[in-house]
């Protein structure tokens, strides 16, 4: 399960990307300011606890989440997603430069949000691509391919970011439902 800390001084943004990454399964803590942002990192670095990801809004009542993204690069190489309503040009080049792996503006949408988290972690992690069972055959995305008793058929790119999506953000839902539909069929 990953571990996100999100920096965020609006109570809504804490709330809104808690229950986002809860849904995934993603454990989500959180600081309303600088300080409290650095507590946290401080404490769960000494019960010797990782964090997979910080999620940081540049505008903090307490100071700036440049100058903190400058303190935690000069010892962790931890992804941070700059979530901000700072969006101007020379803020995300500010933020990127400064070794952010992404950076959002706000107002967002929580798919986005999670989308976004989801494909940092799989880049800074890369972890092997999951395999899904279903009752007909096995989905291989890193193979992007299917195995139907044992016929092998290749996923187009577009049903490949299809069955990817559902299977990120609906693990529980049976996709046989998906038998009757066009897009499916030769599958399942």
Same mark, same amino acid.
């Given at each position: 399960?990953?571990?996100? @800390?999100?920096?965020?001084?609006?109570?809504?943004?804490?709330?809104?990307?808690?229950?986002?990454?809860? /849904?995934?399964?993603?454990? !989500?803590?959180?600081?309303?300011?600088? &300080?409290?942002?650095?507590?946290?990192?401080?404490?769960?670095?000494? /019960?010797? &606890?990782?964090?997979?990801?910080?999620?940081?809004? !540049?505008?903090?009542?307490?100071?700036?989440?440049?100058?903190?993204?400058?303190?935690?690069?000069?010892?962790?190489?931890?992804?941070?997603?700059?979530?901000?309503?700072?969006?101007?040009?020379?803020?995300?080049?500010?933020?990127?430069?400064?070794?952010?792996?992404?950076?959002?503006?706000?107002?967002?949408?929580?798919?986005?949000?999670?989308?976004?988290?989801?494909?940092?972690?799989?880049?800074?992690?890369?972890?092997?691509?999951?395999?899904?069972?279903?009752?007909?055959?096995?989905?291989?995305?890193?193979?992007?391919?299917?195995?139907?008793?044992?016929?092998?058929?290749?996923?187009?790119?577009?049903?490949?970011?299809? @069955?990817?999506?559902?299977?990120?953000?609906?693990?529980?839902?049976?996709?046989?439902?998906?038998?009757?539909?066009?897009?499916?069929? &030769?599958?399942?």
């Amino acid at each position: 399960m990953a571990r996100l @800390l999100v920096i965020d001084d609006e109570n809504l943004i804490r709330m809104l990307t808690r229950e986002a990454g809860e /849904a995934l399964g993603y454990e !989500v803590l959180s600081a309303a300011s600088l &300080r409290e942002g650095r507590i946290l990192l401080d404490a769960e670095t000494a /019960a010797g &606890r990782s964090l997979d990801l910080i999620v940081l809004d !540049v505008m903090l009542p307490d100071g700036d989440g440049f100058s903190l993204m400058e303190q935690i690069r000069t010892w962790t190489d931890i992804p941070v997603i700059f979530l901000t309503a700072r969006d101007e040009a020379a803020d995300k080049l500010a933020g990127l430069g400064l070794g952010a792996d992404d950076y959002i503006a706000k107002p967002f949408l929580p798919q986005e949000f999670l989308l976004r988290v989801y494909a940092v972690l799989r880049q800074c992690y890369k972890e092997d691509a999951p395999i899904l069972k279903l009752d007909s055959c096995t989905v291989d995305f890193s193979r992007a391919e299917v195995d139907k008793s044992g016929q092998i058929l290749p996923l187009t790119a577009m049903e490949h970011k299809l @069955l990817e999506t559902l299977n990120i953000f609906f693990p529980f839902l049976p996709l046989r439902w998906f038998s009757c539909s066009s897009t499916f069929w &030769r599958f399942l």
